[in-house]
């Protein structure tokens, strides 16, 4: 099974294909796609969206997986990514590829059994889940990652 990982976001979005069976999950490419904070809105969001598309295309991916959007301070923020949300669950839907969300405590406890983890305490654990390469990576990345092992996880807990 392969999976397309998301952790949204407008200026730095995690995503991740990972590929697995069993217990056994291979990282195939990680990484953030970033936009410049000087382009207007819709142009990082179809940025955002012609990258995610790019990875469709080349991966064909089984499921999407999809971080749910947690509690934030700043509304135009929160509008933002709940727009950036929108348009992966809608390349989803025209590439008929189903979409699954998680949200962050769901993802902690997938992967470190523990729902109050730290950030530093999820991304240890995933260093120990799955090899990475030896680059530096950005917390966006590692949640992304996180996210496609919590669906690797339940999709062994589904099958038969």
């Not at 382009?39 to 995610?52: K, M, N």
């Not at 839907?93 to 730290?118: D, Q």
Request: aromatic share 8%.
């Amino acid at each position: 099974m392969t999976v397309l990982a998301i952790d949204p976001g407008f200026g730095r979005c995690g995503v991740a294909v990972l590929e697995g069976s069993g217990a056994k999950a291979t990282l195939l490419y990680s990484s953030c796609i970033e936009t410049t904070p000087k382009s207007v809105f819709p142009e990082r969001l179809r940025f955002v969206g012609d990258e995610v598309f790019r990875l469709i295309k080349k991966y064909a991916p089984d499921t999407i997986a999809l971080e749910e959007l947690y509690f934030t301070n700043n509304a135009k923020t929160a509008l933002h990514v709940a727009e950036v949300r929108g348009m992966i669950m809608y390349l989803a839907a025209s590439n008929n590829i189903p979409l699954t969300e998680f949200n962050p405590l769901a993802v902690k406890i997938a992967i470190t059994g523990y729902g109050r983890a730290t950030k530093d305490q999820v991304i240890k654990m995933t260093e120990r889940l799955i090899a990475l390469p030896k680059k530096k990576m950005l917390d966006d990345e590692y949640d992304a990652i996180a996210v496609g092992l919590t669906a690797l996880a339940q999709a062994r807990r589904i099958s038969p």
